[in-house]
């Protein structure tokens, strides 16, 4: 049955039959290729079936998703830029100083130096995760205020 629905509800629609098709893709897995004298555990080709049905309906509900969502892809882009850069950011390398360190079974002493400091990543993070934190809220806002026509289960 259609209805209209908030796009928050339609994600998590999307997510559970994401999982469904995956349990479905996991058992046909396992019970396609078998020893011929032991019954299959499920109709293969029936829940070949039903997976390409639940696809069927996936691609529905991430396309009315999509349509609702061009008034805000721009700040969902955003949001995923700046989670990437917080990931880059907690990995660059801030060693700093004089180590002494090994150099094919050698001691050397090597002197470091950062053009961006811990505190300065420490700084830049805090002030990238507030963004986020603006960004998922304006996206949460949204998700349950908009609303889109998608095939649901009573």
């Known amino acids: 049955m259609k209805r209209k629905v ?3 509800r339609a994600l998590k629609e999307k997510n559970r039959l994401v999982g469904r098709i ?6 046909i897995g396992r019970d396609n290729s078998h020893e ?4 299959r555990s499920i109709d293969v080709q029936a829940a070949l079936g039903q997976a390409e049905d639940l696809k069927a309906r996936l691609v529905a509900v991430k ?3 999509a349509v609702a969502n061009q008034d805000i ?7 995923a830029e700046v989670k990437s850069e917080i990931a880059w ?3 660059l390398d801030v ?9 094919y079974s050698n001691k050397v002493i090597r002197e470091y130096e950062v053009a961006i400091s811990g505190s300065d990543v420490i700084r830049m993070v ?7 934190e603006w960004l998922q809220d304006e996206l949460d806002e949204f998700n349950a205020s908009a609303k889109v026509e998608i095939e649901v289960d009573e």
């Open 6 to 8: 908030s796009v928050a």
């Open 22 to 27: 995956a349990a479905l893709r996991q058992a």
């Open 36 to 39: 011929k004298r032991i019954p």
């Open 63 to 65: 396309a009315a998703i």
């Open 73 to 79: 892809v721009a700040k969902i882009v955003e949001l």
């Open 89 to 91: 950011l907690k990995g």
């Open 95 to 103: 060693k700093e100083g004089v180590y002494e360190e090994n150099s």
């Open 126 to 132: 805090d002030a990238l995760r507030r963004r986020a």
